[in-house]
Structure formats: C-alpha cells, structure tokens
C-alpha cells in the first residue's frame, strides 16, 4: 500500500492548529496572572529558619489576599554556628500594582514574612503584613524580616509534652485517691470517719432545732428576730445619728461650730503657731543649758559651783553636827538645861512683873523730888 504524501495544505492546516493551541494556552495563561509578558513582577527577598516543605509557585498573600507567587526557594551558605536562625531565602514575585496601587507603596521596610499553612494540615503559603506609613516603601530586590508561624511538628511536640505532664498528674491523683480509700490523711478521714458522719447528723439536729425555736419564737434568737422594739431601736438610733449629722453640716452645736466655724480653725491655727513658737524657745534654751550659758547653765555645768556647794553643805553639815553636841554658845542654848530653867525663870518674873505694873502701876511710877 502506497504511503499518502502530505500535501502543502495539510501541513498548512497542522501549523495554525498548532499555532492555536499555544495562543489558547498562553491566553489563558495570562487570563490565569501566571504568564504575562507586559507585566514587570516586583521581587523581594526574606529569610526565615525553615519552610517545612515550601515549594515554588506556592501563594504569597497580603493581609490573607493573593498578590504574588514563590518564585525560588534557596538555602543560604552553611552557617558556622548553630545559633543561625536562618537558613532558607525565598524569593517571591509579587504584581506590580495591588488593588490600585504600587506593590511598593503596600508592602513597606517594616512589613513581615510569615509562613503558614491553609487550615492546620494544608498547603503551605506566604503571608505578608502590610507594614506602617512610617517605613519606606519596598524596591525591587529589597529583604524584609520574615517569621514562622507554629507548625504541626511544633504543636505535636508540644502536645507530648503536655501528655506526659498529664500522665504524671493522672499517677498523683491516683495515689491522693488510693490514699482517701485507705482513709488516711485529712480528706481520707473525712470520707472513712464514721463519727464525722454522726457529729454532721447532730449538727443538722441541732440547726433544725434552732430554726424550729426561731419560728415559735422561743430564745433570745428568735426574740432578736421577730421582736419589733429590735428595728425600732435600731431606727430610732440611726435617726438620731442622721439628726446628730444633719446638725453637725448646719453648724448647730459644738461639734457644729468645730466642723464649720472658720474662727475655730482659725484659733487651733493659733495656738499651733504659738506652740510652734514655744517650742522652738523651749529648745533654744535647753541649747543654752547644754551649752552651759546663763545662770542655770552654769549651775548645771560649772564644776566650781559644784565644789563650792559641796563645801557649803559639809560646813553646815558640821555646824549641825556642833549643835547637836552643844558646842559653841549656840549649842549651850540648844542643848544646856540650866540655861532653859533660867530662861524660863525670867519669864515667869517678868510676866509677874507686867501683872504687878497693870494692877498697880502708880507703884513704878511714883516720882519723889527731894530739896535741900
């Protein structure tokens, strides 16, 4: 069988077939923002420690909104320390104008790179924060701060930590439950005494018992109750400490007048002041005395004053003595017998003598003249 020869037009017909095909895909490639040749993509770098299986082409949003693609993933230069906390740069792609605007003026110096996933088990995606006025814009090229969100990895880990805390807290409550069941400790015995039982049985006796005598009235509880002169005591008081308050804010009275009259302010000012005044005297001259200046100061500090003191009193010290032993004239006075008789002899005479005077006087003052 003679092979069919393709003709110039079939060879026509399979080029614009295949020349249509690739304009239907770049069509809808551009429709789709993954291809558009007249479009300039902004590029920014970040940095972050792990990207827990990012791959390129994964979404890059702006406040949860698609603006752009990963467009590389690399790993930076092995690090000479292990506290490097990052090690992966992305590259991401985002669209030249956002919602009206440069991609430049919405993502700012200050904005974040935050890895996160598409619910807890889902694709991971790029998320940036749109950052502040107070940071410049974004250029092509420019790196900004990135961070990672928590992982499943992270949040397992840490649930194992909490599993094995909880096993430990189980162990313990079994133990305090074991220990109740025994009956020993505070709790144990409350749960095992039967005797805690029996008091609680009792105290129940006795409350129903108290309530009952409240509601007959019986007892000084139950009078305190329901006795009206209680309340009515009680407010006649309260109205005499509002009538007492009430007098007191309209300056009635003593403490009315303290409360409101500015005289009374005025003078406890006063005599503050003149306290303060006397105080302040008062402290002079305990540092004049101190200082030895003045009569009392000297007295208080001058030690010939002091000698000379003692001296005056052990003089007079013996002088007593004298006296006592009746030394001297003055101790013949004080202690000479004969001395008191005699003086009391002539006190009697004399007395007799102004008697004698006052009955007959004319006897003493007969005058006698005798011539020659």
Request: proline residues 3%.
């Amino acid at each position: 069988m003679a092979k069919k020869k393709l003709s110039v037009l079939d060879l026509r017909i399979g080029l614009m077939t295949l020349v249509a095909i690739m304009v239907l895909v770049a069509t809808i490639l551009t429709i789709s923002g993954d291809l558009n040749p007249f479009r300039r993509e902004l590029i920014v770098r970040t940095r972050l420690s792990n990207v827990d299986g990012l791959r390129p082409g994964a979404e890059v949003r702006l406040s949860g909104v698609k603006v752009g693609k990963v467009q590389r993933v690399l790993l930076l230069p092995v690090p000479e320390s292990t506290d490097a906390a990052q090690t992966v740069e992305l590259e991401l792609a985002l669209e030249p104008i956002i919602d009206g605007k440069p991609a430049g003026e919405r993502v700012r110096q200050d904005s974040k790179v935050i890895l996160g996933s598409v619910g807890l088990l889902g694709d991971k995606v790029v998320d940036i924060t749109p950052g502040t006025l107070r940071a410049a814009p974004v250029n092509d090229g420019d790196l900004i701060g990135g961070a990672s969100e928590t992982t499943i990895r992270q949040i397992i880990s840490g649930a194992d930590d909490i599993l094995a805390n909880f096993t430990t807290l189980s162990d313990s409550l079994k133990q305090i439950a074991d220990k109740i069941n025994r009956g020993e400790g505070t709790v144990g015995r409350l749960v095992s005494d039967a005797e805690l039982y029996n008091n609680l049985e009792r105290t129940t006796a006795e409350a129903a018992r108290l309530v009952q005598e409240i509601r007959t009235g019986q007892g000084t509880a139950a009078k305190l109750i329901g006795d009206p002169r209680l309340y009515d005591d009680l407010d006649a008081a309260i109205r005499r400490v509002e009538k007492l308050l009430a007098d007191i804010n309209d300056g009635r009275g003593t403490l009315g007048k303290l409360a409101t009259d500015d005289r009374a302010y005025l003078e406890v000012v006063a005599v503050l002041e003149r306290l303060d005044r006397t105080s302040a005297k008062l402290e002079d001259a305990i540092t004049r005395l101190e200082r030895g200046e003045g009569t009392v100061g000297r007295l208080l500090h001058d030690d010939k004053l002091y000698r000379d003191a003692e001296q005056t009193l052990a003089g007079l010290n013996q002088l007593l003595a004298g006296l006592e032993r009746g030394e001297g004239s003055a101790g013949k006075l004080l202690r000479d017998p004969q001395l008191y008789d005699n003086l009391t002899e002539t006190a009697a005479q004399a007395n007799q003598l102004l008697i004698d005077f006052r009955q007959d006087p004319k006897k003493y003052l007969t005058i006698r003249l005798k011539l020659f």
